[in-house]
């Protein structure tokens, strides 16, 4: 008889789903550094993903100098970080957030998911400072992100070496095409971000950036997950070629301006990538730094102020491949890595504001777009 | 008295960890996207990041499914009708996959169609070969395990009479009249049970495919934004869509399964197996392939390991070293050693087993002492305990993950057996579905016959049950610690919030990291490796202990 009690609440209680236990968990109240109950527990707990430039050796350095103890959390991607960001918004559970590029601040800021640091920042360049310049999060790399073709087979007689965005919607780069999603990539979403720009100023006034993505999905672009996918599995151009997933079926790639000079300097001064500098087809990417709200405050200011130093920030192109967000702070000129690494003469211009507001409805539009190809 | 005390408290400790989680997961995600099943539905096709993942599913699930019984049914005639040499060790070979992790398979048939086996992963039409392919090999067992026994045990004299009347003249005849009716509902249930773990399948769909999603892996993709309000509403609805449709669809495969397990029953063995087989060295055109068939991913993951790539300005080179292997087992800052995998797989598969073996005994016991009395209320708890089953791994994980969020995440966070609720989850029904058939098979009169002779309950449990449930026992126990050793979809959303990583959940991290470290991949094999010697060190002690003619997965 119990048993079957048991049976029939459980039953009525699944019956009647409707959310009602999370309506009341989730009351959203936003509480400031000064009133929430922090504690610096000598512990660093960093939420983020597959950032390079967080080796063994720049861990332990920064434990060796300030006494706290760093445990990492390792993600998926940028899109990852901002989700456990949301999803364990005011439970303390981490620190800091490090690798949310500016297609993602804004939403994070919105959100109330961050906290001021107290980092002092002097010697930040101008350029890492464009897309935001608050106190939310300091900028700790940057770079281009933009198309890369396989020069060996995009040679102006095999493949034409594309002059606008639509020709590669040209039945040659059928299926010869990867591109990281703009959902599940921050890659892919900086890339849609910039053809939203590079549409709205084209001399073509009757199509809009959806039609070029459903041009695209037509033309059998290929959509990956991730960045890794995109440019190791199936770039013919990269150091894929070289690996076990490698699959090689695309001769385009959206990555960095500076991924063929991250391929040269890698391999001795050679590369037969090439990134393709389009007006506005290219985007200016800042990953941060964040204090996450309810986290130890002061560590995650220590961290930031670490990371922010010359001696760390400096070898980001080389530990990172990426550019540093310090002044007067360059690629190396060795094996080729500055001289095969395209800084784009105008880069798409979208606010990081602009961007928050209407990167919801983006990806709802790129969506359809990409469906009702 | 006490025994409904134990039958309570197993069907309260198995709400509270296994229904309480999914139902916290379900309740959250319809108060994020709304009560309306057909949006769910619906919107599994209006987005581009889950468009056509429901057909892919069960055109991949029914490919596999056909691929298997055209590989196992031959197999399964041969080692059921004829003699061979080393019987055991060549059944135990080809029905080893079943308990191998699927991350391990993953690995494995990625390196033997890659550059360095038979190098046609580069066209990219020969992955979802590979998929199905893969999907056969890894419920291969399935097939066996379910015909072997009934060809293996007919009565000769059967086939002997049908050769006399018209209709069993022809080996056709034969075949639709004698075999075709007493193998179909076993190659029925094979099939059943092949096209579940392939609608689930997520490891081998995760590496295998280039892109392309089914309903599981889309889930696990993108169920880290699910649950949170006012963002990224369209996950949920698909996570919901996804999750309503695996649930249907795995729930009648179930009741099918169930259905179909109770029609073999009376089909079941009919002779001794010495008096059937005869010698057929014909066979060995079957029985050797499909040995090196199920070995060759398992040997090609252990020669990766070992085999170092060389990349430089004068093209790619290859040579033997173990620095793949020291390069797993070393660690970092911000990768865990396969050391601390190791003991994290080992401690959560202790515990699991802790748990998950009195629990599901308990919930097996109750389920027959009520099936008499009431035995309405007795399948609706046999459904209950198979529900796991048909939620899939990647739904178990989410419902943990979002459970401890709601419920207490700082604390859930800080203990280090967490992971272990999603273990329980999945293996106790497994270890219900083990030990009920045990229990049935019991006869009550050695205990009522003890029992007339003054014999305390505890010491016949001792003296009788035990011992003769010893077999079972045995094969619960070391399949619940392969299952949990080995499991990878749950882990992989609910620790991907911790730094306790397992040994799957590690393979998976080290095959992540960009393939220019030369250490990607003999890394992750190296990993792989060491969780397929556990789970094969596990198999053969299994196999001393299976019950000889249960014809059952396990």
């Not at chain 1, 080729?336 to 105008?346: A, E, K, N, T, V």
């Not at chain 2, 619906?42 to 468009?51: C, K, R, V």
């Not at chain 2, 990349?311 to 797993?328: K, L």
Request: hydrophobic share 45%; charged share 15%.
């Amino acid at each position: 008889m119990k048993i079957y009690s048991l049976g029939v609440v459980f039953i009525l209680a699944t019956m009647t789903l409707t959310g009602c236990v999370s309506q009341k968990i989730d009351d959203g109240v936003i509480i400031a550094p000064s009133k929430y109950e922090w504690v610096d527990d000598g512990e660093l707990v960093i939420v983020t993903y597959d950032v390079y430039g967080l080796n063994d050796a720049m861990l332990e350095e920064f434990e060796r100098q300030t006494g706290y103890e760093v445990t990492l959390l390792k993600l998926d991607d940028a899109g990852s970080v901002i989700d456990h960001l949301l999803q364990h918004k005011g439970l303390q559970v981490a620190d800091i957030a490090i690798g949310i590029d500016n297609t993602y601040l804004q939403t994070a800021i919105d959100n109330n998911v961050l906290w001021e640091h107290n980092a002092v920042l002097t010697n930040i360049s101008d350029l890492a400072l464009l897309p935001y310049e608050g106190p939310y999060a300091a900028p700790f790399d940057q770079g281009y992100i933009c198309l890369n073709y396989d020069s060996s087979v995009v040679d102006g007689e095999n493949f034409t070496v594309p002059q606008n965005l639509w020709d590669l919607t040209n039945d040659e780069w059928s299926g010869k095409i990867a591109i990281p999603s703009p959902e599940t990539s921050s890659p892919g979403r900086a890339f849609m971000t910039a053809t939203t720009d590079y549409f709205t100023h084209d001399d073509d006034n009757e199509t809009e950036w959806t039609d070029w993505w459903t041009a695209m999905s037509r033309n059998e672009v290929i959509i990956t997950t991730g960045w890794s996918e995109a440019y190791e599995t199936h770039y013919t151009g990269g150091y894929g070629e070289w690996t076990d997933g490698y699959v090689g079926n695309a001769h385009a790639v959206v990555s960095y301006c500076h991924s063929p000079g991250v391929e040269a300097w890698s391999a001795g001064n050679w590369t037969k990538s090439v990134s393709l500098d389009l007006p506005r087809a290219s985007f200016h990417q800042v990953e941060y730094a964040a204090a996450i709200e309810g986290g130890n405050l002061d560590a995650a200011s220590a961290f930031i102020q670490y990371l922010m130093s010359p001696e760390v920030n400096s070898k980001m192109p080389t530990e990172n491949y990426m550019y540093s967000t310090l002044k007067g702070m360059d690629l190396p000129e060795d094996d080729g890595y500055r001289f095969h690494s395209r800084i784009p003469d105008q880069p798409a211009n979208v606010s990081a504001t602009k961007i928050a507001e209407n990167m919801e409805n983006w990806l709802a539009q790129w969506n359809t777009a990409m469906v009702d190809a | 008295m006490k025994f409904r005390l134990i039958s309570s408290c197993a069907v309260i400790a198995y709400t509270l960890l296994v229904v309480v989680p999914l139902w916290l997961a379900i309740d959250r995600l319809i108060w994020v996207a709304g009560f309306n099943p057909l949006d769910w539905i619906n919107s599994l096709d209006g987005n581009y990041i889950s468009q056509g993942v429901v057909a892919f599913t069960f055109l991949q699930a029914l490919l596999s499914t056909v691929v298997t019984l055209a590989i196992g049914l031959p197999i399964a005639w041969q080692l059921g009708r004829y003699k061979w040499p080393l019987h055991s060790l060549i059944k135990a070979t080809l029905t080893m996959p079943f308990v191998m992790p699927s991350i391990v398979a993953a690995m494995g048939f990625l390196h033997l169609i890659g550059p360095s086996g038979l190098n046609i992963r580069i066209d990219d039409t020969t992955w979802f070969a590979t998929l199905i392919i893969a999907h056969a090999w890894f419920n291969l067992a399935l097939v066996i395990r379910f015909c072997e026994p009934v060809l293996s045990t007919l009565d000769p004299k059967l086939e002997e009479q049908m050769r006399l009347l018209p209709a069993g003249h022809s080996k056709i005849g034969r075949f639709r009249n004698l075999w075709a009716p007493l193998l179909a509902p076993s190659v029925a249930a094979a099939a059943c049970m092949t096209f579940v773990f392939s609608f689930t399948s997520f490891a081998l769909v995760r590496w295998i495919t280039l892109g392309d999603n089914t309903l599981e892996s889309v889930m696990a993709n993108i169920g880290s934004s699910a649950g949170i309000p006012n963002y990224m509403l369209a996950r949920n609805e698909i996570i919901l869509g996804a999750s309503l449709i695996q649930f249907t669809i795995l729930i009648a495969s179930l009741w099918l399964m169930s259905w179909l397990q109770h029609r073999r029953q009376n089909l079941l063995p009919q002779a001794s197996e010495i008096t059937v087989k005869r010698v057929n060295h014909r066979g060995w055109m079957i029985v050797f392939p499909a040995v090196i068939f199920a070995l060759s991913p398992l040997i090609a993951v252990f020669w990766a390991s070992f085999r170092i790539r060389h990349t430089d300005s004068s093209g790619t080179s290859y040579s033997w070293e173990t620095s793949g292997w020291e390069f797993a087992f070393a660690g970092s800052g911000s990768m865990s050693s396969a050391w601390d995998a190791l003991w994290n797989s080992l401690g959560y598969a202790m515990i699991t087993l802790c748990i998950a073996l009195p629990l599901g005994w308990a919930l097996a016991q109750t389920i027959l002492d009520i099936e008499k009395e009431r035995p309405k209320t007795a399948r609706f708890l046999d459904v209950l305990t198979m529900i796991p089953f048909a939620a899939s791994s990647v739904m178990i994980g989410l419902g943990v993950m979002l459970g401890m969020i709601r419920v207490n995440a700082e604390f859930f966070y800080s203990f280090w057996p967490t992971p272990v609720i999603a273990h329980v989850m999945i293996t106790t029904p497994f270890v219900v579905r083990i030990m009920l058939p045990a229990l049935r098979s019991l006869n009550p009169i050695y205990d009522e016959c003890a029992q007339t002779l003054g014999i305390p309950a505890w010491r016949r449990f001792m003296l009788i049950r035990l011992p003769l449930l010893r077999g079972s026992i045995l094969v619960a126990v070391i399949f619940t610690l392969a299952m949990s050793l080995g499991e990878f979809g749950a882990s992989w959303v609910v620790t991907r919030n911790s730094d306790w990583t397992t040994l799957p959940v590690m393979i998976d991290s080290l095959r992540s990291i960009p393939y220019n470290n030369t250490y990607t991949a003999p890394a992750a094999c190296a990993v792989s490796s060491v969780l397929m010697g556990i789970t094969l060190l596990l198999f053969t002690w299994a196999e001393k202990f299976r019950p000889a003619r249960d014809g059952g997965m396990f």
